[in-house]
């Protein structure tokens, strides 16, 4: 093999590095990491609202609902309506510090015990659902008197 040719080879070699790295580093960059739709330091406090009355959560409620809506994924409703229950819970007021407006969470219905909801300030008109398994259901309902 001549010089020219082995040149002519190494530099393809590199340019086909050179493109495998800039198509691999594009993947990475463009991939969303997981947002978080509150900061636990920006929470001021939290109330459940059940039958028209407002109940007020402690710290401890308060960080386990909020992990919980953290780790909430988009939502696309089915036709299949057989694992929806109703909540009984009309909504969920988040208030935060800094004169920041409050967060008001609209629980739509459970679905295989995992809580459907609306959140127009993280989500716009889509849905929500929590990835708890009935976690966030069973912390909820101890938030209120029956």
Wanted: charged share 15%; proline share 5%; glycine share 4%.
């Amino acid at each position: 093999m001549s010089n020219k040719t082995l040149v002519v080879l190494i530099g393809i070699a590199i340019v086909l590095m050179m493109t495998l790295f800039i198509l691999n580093y594009v993947q990475v960059v463009e991939t969303k990491s997981t947002e978080k739709h509150i900061e636990l330091n920006d929470i001021n406090g939290m109330e459940v609202y059940h039958t028209n009355v407002p109940y007020t959560l402690n710290l401890k409620q308060q960080v386990g609902v909020a992990n919980y809506f953290n780790e909430a994924t988009p939502f696309e409703p089915s036709a299949a309506t057989e694992m929806r229950t109703p909540t009984i819970i009309e909504k969920i007021v988040i208030y935060r510090f800094e004169n920041l407006p409050p967060v008001e969470i609209t629980p739509v219905y459970y679905h295989h015990d995992n809580l459907v909801f609306s959140a127009p300030e993280w989500q716009g008109t889509g849905l929500l659902m929590d990835n708890s398994n009935g976690k966030l259901k069973n912390l909820l309902s101890q938030t209120f008197d029956r």
